[in-house]
T-cell receptor
Framework: EAGVAQSPRYKIIEKRQSVAFWCNPI?????LYWYQQILGQGPKLLIQ????????DSQLPKDRFSAERLKGVDSTLKIQPAKLEDSAVYLC??????????????FGPGTRLTVL | KNEVEQSPQNLTAQEGEFITINCSYS?????LHWLQQHPGGGIVSLFM???GKKKHGRLIATINIQEKHSSLHITASHPRDSAVYIC?????????????FGKGTHLIIQP
């Protein structure tokens, strides 16, 4: 089966510009996650969707970051305007709707953002 | 607050050596995830376990729920094993899907 797709793979922008990332999860996966991974650290959850609803966005900097999953399938993450500290790898992951207390997550290749 | 600590942070070894990476966490969990991340960012799931031991090829993962500790072992290490290895845990209680990640262990295997 196809994995989690992300685009672009790399993006370089100047501070105060806007940028958008796209993620297409594995078919049938109801839960979608966006993570931010700053160099040298583990990933940090930005937002979690269950179908087209937001489950957790407590760590999303809402003054500049937004995300949507309008049809409950693919998702976009936007940063507007970008700051230098937003330079990171943005990872998308998805997990299937299993009747379990935990779901294995499948990760995409990530988008490496550099803000100059 | 759930903390996930990995050790060592960096490890350089010679090809063929037996490698051990450790992970400790502070709260009860439903399961623990070992992930591999190569340069470029993509993350690959190696193991998800909630008890005992799992083996896949040259990789072995163990977990001790009572001691809140897990280890990832690599036997007969090879330069292609060079990567960052990340431990992540699913906190228990309440159906939360959220993973808490360690900072990763940067492994370099020299030929």
């Amino acid at each position: 089966e196809a994995g989690v797709a992300q685009s672009p793979r790399y993006k370089i922008i100047e501070k105060r510009q806007s940028v958008a990332f796209w993620c297409n999860p594995i078919s049938g996966h109801a839960t979608l996650y966006w993570y931010q991974q700053i160099l040298g650290q583990g990933p940090k959850l930005l937002i979690q969707f269950q179908n087209n609803g937001v489950v957790d966005d407590s760590q999303l900097p809402k003054d500049r970051f937004s995300a949507e999953r309008l049809k409950g399938v693919d998702s976009t993450l936007k940063i507007q305007p970008a700051k230098l500290e937003d330079s990171a790898v943005y990872l998308c992951a998805s997990s299937p709707p299993q009747p379990s207390s935990y779901n294995e997550q499948f990760f995409g290749p990530g988008t490496r953002l550099t803000v100059l | 607050k759930n903390e996930v600590e990995q050790s060592p942070q960096n490890l350089t070894a010679q090809e063929g050596e037996f490698i051990t990476i450790n992970c400790s966490y502070s709260v009860g969990i439903s399961a623990l995830h070992w992930l591999q991340q190569h340069p470029g960012g993509g993350i690959v799931s190696l193991f998800m376990l909630s008890s005992g031991k799992k083996k896949h090829g040259r990789l072995i993962a163990t977990i001790n729920i009572q001691e809140k500790h897990s280890s990832l072992h690599i036997t007969a290490s090879h330069p292609r094993d060079s990567a960052v290895y990340i431990c992540a845990v699913f906190p228990s209680g309440g159906g939360a899907d959220g993973l808490t990640f360690g900072k990763g262990t940067h492994l370099i295997i020299q030929p």
